[in-house]
């Protein structure tokens, strides 16, 4: 469904004029299947940002295309309702003069699709990401870090997208407020049969969502797996990955 | 045996809205042992290392007593207080990038600082800094102390403030959620530091955390911390492995629910 073609990227830096340039992604290919969840794992600094903002179509690849069902997703109306995007930093991600109804009508209303039962549509996402009809009114600075995440969520189901990219989604949670984000998001893709690509460093997190993951370094990707293969890791750096973990 | 640091009856609230934020909190600290704080954001446990230190934005306010060795720092004048930060109660933030001047190299912040204690010369600060930094695993020290903090990665940094720490050796380290900002990897290769620094110190530490495996692998005792309340306390042993407070249970089943789903796939064929 999501294609990633030998996708090139790379960065001025420097100055205004400065040629020099940094090169962020080598070659990267892969392929998300429909209702599949594909997580992403690299460090800090390692493209996978800047990848997830390639699959939105928010920024453009040097070299290389990202098809979605076929399509350039260069295109607004290839990514229009079929692609949404949660990330990591939920206090810029409202706008701070919406409620979190209008946050969540957001993208219903960029697409024209106004009608008269949005008040039980805003009510029917509350109750999906597991809050009640009271946080319509509310406004961003009101909410705690999951709650403004659960809305960040719904505002990403309600034009029911075929695919969901989660830059860092759970990240600055607290660990306990990240199972609860877990075990929702989970559910959702049951009810809605989306897929997801699950950015994120934490390995432990990516195994309990995924159904297979991309191991990323420096740009190029390491390695690919099935996450009930995950002991079975080849590259030394997975290996590395996989021992450098603080389990409970 | 004497504690190091026993804080009784500490209160903290807001003068603005009225609000208490930590109710009526007492614990102590051994020496030579790491105390961790637990509990989810917005329970009190960076006010708690705030206070400890007076380091408080203008309208909180505290009141009770936290004797450091003996003697109650919530009665020390502005001045003493100032002494006693750094060289005697080392403190490391969350977030490396805010904890040193970004319009300098991170070299000038480290000349401040042991000018200020211990006034040093610019020669003696560098010897003294870069054996530390080579002990924290910072291979170019002199090229790393050239560098903004822009330049380098959250890991490096915090590493370079357990550098700073290790030199001033102070009596007591406070570490509020030191391993939250980095990776998987810079978090492991930090709390492997953190595991040393208190074998080289040995001296008393309170860490705080919201990841209760980072717990485990660190301290000896812990609080529990809920609505700026301590809701249990106890050895990390007997708090993480059976929890009595149903707040507790909830925070060491979330964790054990992340953790075992891939523990069973790295056990499981």
């Given at each position: 469904m999501l294609k990633v073609e030998n996708v090139h990227k790379s960065y001025r830096v420097g100055g205004l004029f400065s040629r020099k340039k940094q090169q962020i992604l080598h070659d990267v290919s892969f392929e998300c299947g429909s209702g599949e969840c594909l997580g992403i794992i690299g460090e800090s600094g390692s493209g996978k940002s800047t990848l997830g903002r390639l699959i939105l179509g928010i920024e453009q690849a040097d070299q290389g295309?990202?098809?979605?069902?076929?399509?350039?997703?260069?295109?607004?109306?290839?990514?229009?309702?079929?692609?949404?995007?949660?990330?990591?930093?939920?206090?810029?991600?409202?706008?701070?003069?919406?409620?979190?109804?209008?946050?969540?009508?957001?993208?219903?209303?960029?697409?024209?699709?106004?009608?008269?039962?949005?008040?039980?549509?805003?009510?029917?996402?509350?109750?999906?990401?597991?809050?009640?009809?009271?946080?319509?009114?509310?406004?961003?600075?009101?909410?705690?870090?999951?709650?403004?995440q659960r809305v960040c969520i719904a505002r990403a189901i309600s034009t029911e997208p075929k695919c969901i990219v989660l830059d860092e989604a759970i990240s600055s949670l607290d660990v306990s407020v990240q199972i609860q984000v877990l075990r929702l998001?989970?559910?959702?893709?049951?009810?809605?049969?989306?897929?997801?690509?699950?950015i994120t460093h934490d390995i432990q997190a990516a195994a309990y969502i995924c159904d297979r993951v991309l191991i990323f370094r420096s740009g190029k990707v390491e390695e690919t797996i099935d996450v009930k293969q995950l002991k079975h890791v080849q590259s030394d750096y997975a290996k590395q990955l996989m021992e450098h973990l603080i389990t409970f | 045996m004497l504690n190091m640091l026993e804080v009784n009856h500490l209160r903290v609230w807001d003068a603005n809205e009225g609000k208490e934020i930590i109710r009526d909190s007492s614990f102590r600290l051994k020496p030579q042992t790491c105390l961790a704080i637990v509990g989810e954001s917005g329970s009190g446990k960076s006010l708690t290392c705030r206070s400890i230190i007076r380091l408080h934005k203008p309208w909180i306010r505290q009141s009770g007593e936290i004797l450091f060795k003996g003697e109650n720092l919530n009665q020390l004048s502005v001045k003493e207080m100032r002494r006693r930060r750094g060289k005697q109660i080392g403190m490391i933030m969350q977030n490396g990038m805010g904890a040193f001047d970004p319009s300098s190299v991170v070299g000038v912040h480290f000349q401040e600082t042991l000018k200020g204690h211990f006034g040093w010369s610019k020669s003696q600060v560098e010897t003294a800094m870069k054996k530390a930094m080579e002990s924290v695993m910072l291979n170019h020290p002199i090229e790393t102390m050239n560098k903004y903090p822009y330049q380098l990665s959250g890991g490096m940094l915090q590493r370079l403030m357990i550098a700073l720490t290790l030199v001033l050796s102070p009596d007591i380290v406070i570490a509020d959620e030191p391993t939250t900002a980095l990776d998987t990897i810079s978090q492991y290769e930090v709390v492997e530091q953190f595991i040393q620094l208190r074998e080289r110190m040995g001296g008393s530490m309170i860490f705080v955390s919201h990841d209760l495996g980072?717990?485990?692998?660190?301290?000896?005792?812990?609080?529990?911390?809920?609505?700026?309340?301590?809701?249990?306390?106890?050895?990390?042993?007997?708090?993480?492995?059976?929890?009595?407070?149903?707040?507790?249970?909830y925070l060491v089943s979330t964790r054990l629910e992340l953790s075992s789903h891939f523990n069973e796939i790295m056990r499981g064929e």
């Open positions: 295309a990202v098809l979605f069902e076929g399509n350039d997703v260069r295109n607004r109306h290839v990514r229009s309702g079929n692609m949404s995007a949660v990330f990591q930093d939920y206090t810029s991600s409202i706008n701070p003069f919406y409620t979190v109804k209008e946050a969540i009508m957001e993208p219903l209303t960029a697409q024209g699709q106004v009608r008269s039962d949005q008040d039980a549509r805003v009510d029917r996402l509350l109750h999906q990401v597991g809050l009640d009809a009271s946080y319509q009114t509310k406004y961003a600075h009101e909410l705690s870090g999951g709650e403004a998001l989970k559910e959702l893709k049951n009810i809605y049969q989306m897929s997801y690509v699950f | 980072v717990v485990k692998k660190i301290a000896d005792e812990v609080l529990v911390m809920r609505n700026g309340v301590i809701v249990e306390s106890g050895s990390v042993e007997e708090v993480l492995s059976a929890p009595r407070h149903p707040y507790t249970q």
